[in-house]
C-alpha cells in the first residue's frame, strides 16, 4: 500500500513574505495535500501575525494547479455551519474541486473564547460536533431551490441555499479528527477521512512504541465505529498529523528515520502522513534541505 505525504502550512507569514512561495514550493515537492490550521490563533503564535484558514487556501488555489488544499482542522468554535458551507463551496469551486474539509471538534484555548463565551465543557462540544458535522453535510450535499432547513439544538438554518453545490460529488470530502467514540462514530458516518494526532497523554512523557499501541487502538476502534453502520474501515483514508506523538520533530532529522517512522504507521493502515512545513524558532523547527530529501525521496521509499 503507497502511503502519501502531505504538509501543513501555518499562516503565520503575510502572503507577499514568504507564504505564496512555500504554497507553490509544496506543489513542487510533490506533496499531496497542503493543508493549514483554522484557527483565529494558536499557542505560541498569539502574539504574532496569523491569517484566516479560507482565504489562504483561496490564495493558495490560485498560484497553484494540482496540489489538494484542506483545513487542519476546522471547528464549531468560531464558525457557523451555514456560512462556513458558503465559503467552502466557494474555494471547491476556485480551486475546480481540490479542497477537503479536515474537520474536528475543537478545543480550549483561544478560539473557544474569542468570541466572548465561556468555554464549552467536553460533553458541549461533542453535542455541538455532532450536530455541526449532520448539518455541514446537509448544506453541502442539498443543493436544490429549496435549500436546507434546520431547527436544532445549537445551529440553525432556514431555506440556505447554496446552488450550484460542490465542484466535487456529492460533496467535497470530511477528514474527521476523532479519538474519543462519539467522534469516532461521526467519522464512520460522514468521513473520507479520519484524522489522529495520536494520544496525547503522551506527548510529553509517553515513548514511541506507547504512541504506536496507543494509535493501534484508535484504528480498532475506528474499525468496530464503522462496523456498527456496515461499512469497511478499509475504505476510510486514515491521517495523521505528525508532531505531537512523543517522536516530536525526530522523524524529520533524516530521510531514514522518516521513512521508518512512516513505514512504522503505514503498518497500521495510515494512508497519509502530514508533516510541518519548516519554521524557525519555533516546535516545527527543521531544516529545510533534510525536509525537501524527505518530500522528494520518501514516497519512493515508501510505496
Not at 71 to 83: A, D, E, I, K, M
Amino acid at each position: 500500500m503507497s502511503l502519501r505525504l502531505s504538509t501543513v502550512i501555518l499562516p503565520y507569514r503575510r502572503w507577499n513574505e514568504g507564504s505564496r512561495e512555500a504554497w507553490q514550493r509544496a506543489e513542487e515537492l510533490g506533496f499531496h495535500t497542503g493543508y493549514t490550521y483554522d484557527h483565529l490563533s494558536w499557542r505560541s503564535f498569539r502574539d504574532g501575525p496569523w491569517f484566516g484558514a479560507v482565504p489562504t487556501l483561496t490564495a493558495a488555489a490560485a498560484v497553484t494547479d494540482q496540489l489538494r488544499l484542506g483545513t487542519l482542522v476546522t471547528s464549531p468554535n468560531f464558525r457557523h455551519p451555514v456560512t462556513l458551507a458558503k465559503e467552502l463551496i466557494s474555494l471547491d469551486d476556485i480551486s475546480g474541486g481540490r479542497v477537503a474539509l479536515g474537520i474536528g471538534a475543537g478545543g480550549t484555548g483561544f478560539d473557544a473564547t474569542a468570541l466572548g463565551q465561556e468555554p464549552w465543557t467536553p460533553r458541549e462540544r461533542a453535542d455541538r460536533f455532532a450536530e455541526f458535522v449532520r448539518l455541514l453535510d446537509r448544506l453541502l450535499t442539498e443543493d436544490g431551490e429549496n435549500g436546507v432547513s434546520y431547527e436544532g439544538d445549537f445551529y440553525s438554518a432556514h431555506e440556505a441555499r447554496n446552488i450550484p453545490g460542490c465542484v466535487q460529488r456529492p460533496r467535497l470530502p470530511f477528514a474527521v479528527a476523532a479519538t474519543g467514540p462519539r467522534g469516532l462514530k461521526l467519522a464512520a458516518r460522514y468521513g473520507q477521512a479520519w484524522v489522529t494526532t495520536g494520544d496525547p497523554k503522551l506527548h510529553e512523557n509517553g515513548t514511541p512504541e506507547q504512541s504506536i499501541q496507543a494509535i493501534r487502538g484508535q484504528v480498532e476502534k475506528l474499525a468496530d465505529a464503522c462496523a456498527e453502520i456496515g461499512r469497511d474501515a478499509a475504505g476510510l483514508d486514515k491521517i495523521l498529523l505528525t508532531g505531537f506523538t512523543p517522536d516530536r520533530g525526530r522523524p524529520l532529522q533524516s530521510l531514514d528515520a522518516f521513512v521508518e517512522f512512516a513505514g512504522r504507521h503505514r503498518e497500521l493502515g495510515f494512508t497519509e502522513i502530514v508533516v510541518h512545513w519548516p519554521i524557525p524558532d519555533s516546535d516545527f523547527a527543521t531544516d529545510e534541505k533534510v525536509f525537501e530529501q524527505i518530500a522528494m525521496e520518501a514516497p519512493a521509499q515508501l510505496r
